[in-house]
């Protein structure tokens, strides 16, 4: 994930885990995210809310995909994500 469009800025490596409270540890990543790329071949499903609360809606597609945040309406507002089903 990167904080700036088509991958530019500082970058966050999530656990493949997931997160479930992106303001820590600091840097805070809380409402950052602009693009990321999803290498997993996994589902990753997104939350408005730390601690995976406030489904996002649909999960992001599966694999070697990338892009920008915008095009699911979620430019800067990811607070908490994981791999698996929504």
Known sequence: MWDHLNG???????DPGGDAD????????????????NR???????FRDINYASLSGDPWPVGNWRGNTAQYN???KISSLRP???
Do not use: E, H
């Not at 530019?8 to 999530?14: L, T």
């Not at 950052?32 to 790329?37: G, H, P």
């Not at 997993?40 to 997104?46: D, M, Q, Y």
């Open 74 to 76: 979620m430019d800067m």
């Open 8 to 14: 530019y800025g500082s970058i966050k490596i999530i």
């Open 22 to 37: 992106l303001r820590s540890p600091a840097p805070d990543w809380n409402d950052r995210i602009r693009s990321l790329w």
């Open 40 to 46: 997993t071949g996994n589902v990753w499903c997104t």
């Open 84 to 86: 698996g089903r929504c």
